[in-house]
């Protein structure tokens, strides 16, 4: 705040914005379609298929929005008061012509590999949580999905750090910045920034930072999860699947194998064979 001023807080917060949207539709998106595929003909997965699926998940959600995440880590290091970019749009442009396209996906590996961990751990919790709560998953309010999604995400994020980190490093690392993007050590690729960190801060230098990033996601998570399941809930409520939005007890007589349409499709045919038919006269 001295040096730059109050609004230096949220530099990159529109870039943030914009891409937030995209990779968390992306990312819930790919995992209801990659957990369909890998469950079995009893409608079963396993805890391994299940990991492997929202890594999947993770890594195309992460490969398709992968650019603003860079641009979004150059404005968050440039000095606002002598800034090196101007907005988004002048930061794609000029680490387009300065640095190649390839700068726009400098950091991805790490940033794939992190996505394992993460889901990892994220499933770890999410598969334990009626040990937890000591009842069903289907009884949860929205406050303990709240929670839930609280819980996962900071186990989660504190698995997965390290990756978090060399990102970060290598993201913001360039010679067209001034003090070479503030970047404490120079590094060659993803390795070498591992092997540079932990020789100049130790392991624990790895996790540099945890505590404020836990402050931003472990909130965000939980509100996005619990947003998530109580919509989940509202739609199959308003297709007719279950009783309340508030839980999933299932709506006697429906038949839980029709999709949406077909379930709507039923309901017409029913309403037209029961309603009163007109006599002749009467058309």
């Known amino acids: ?17 914009l891409r937030l949207w995209p990779y968390s539709a992306l990312q819930l998106a790919a995992a209801r379609r990659l957990v369909i595929l890998f469950t079995d003909e009893l409608g079963h997965i396993s805890h391994w298929r299940a990991i492997m699926a929202g890594s999947l998940a993770g890594m195309v959600a992460t490969t398709v929005t992968y650019p603003t995440d860079v641009i979004k880590t150059r404005l968050i290091v440039q000095n606002r008061l002598e800034p090196s970019y101007q907005g988004i749009l002048h930061a794609f442009y000029k680490i387009y012509h ?14 794939i590999l992190g996505a394992v961990p993460f889901s990892a751990g994220s499933f770890f919790v999410y598969i334990n949580l009626d040990k937890i709560w000591r009842e069903p998953i289907v009884h949860f309010t929205p406050l303990q999905n709240f929670i839930n999604g609280c819980v996962a995400a900071g186990v989660a994020q504190t698995l997965s750090f390290p990756f978090e980190t060399v990102k970060r490093k290598m993201q913001a690392q360039s010679p067209w910045l001034p003090h070479y ?11 070498d920034c ?3 960190t932990v020789k100049n801060k130790g392991v624990r230098g790895l996790w540099s930072g945890l505590t404020p990033s836990l402050l931003k996601i472990v909130p965000y998570f939980g509100v996005m999860f619990s947003t998530f399941e109580f919509c989940k809930r509202l739609c199959l409520y308003r297709n007719g699947y279950i009783e309340s939005p508030l839980n999933y007890k299932l709506t006697p007589g429906v038949d839980q194998s029709l999709q949406p349409q077909e379930l709507r499709e039923l309901k017409r045919l029913r309403r037209e064979n029961f309603e009163p038919r007109k006599s002749g006269l009467e058309n």
């Not at 993007?181 to 390795?191: I, L």
């Open 194 to 196: 591992f092997r540079q």
């Open 98 to 111: 300065q640095e190649g396209l390839l700068a726009l996906y400098r950091g991805i590996s790490p940033a």
């Open 1 to 17: 705040c001295r040096a730059e001023g109050l609004r230096a807080l949220w530099k990159g917060n529109l870039t943030a914005c």
């Open 181 to 191: 993007g503030a970047v404490d050590v120079r590094f060659t690729g993803m390795a």
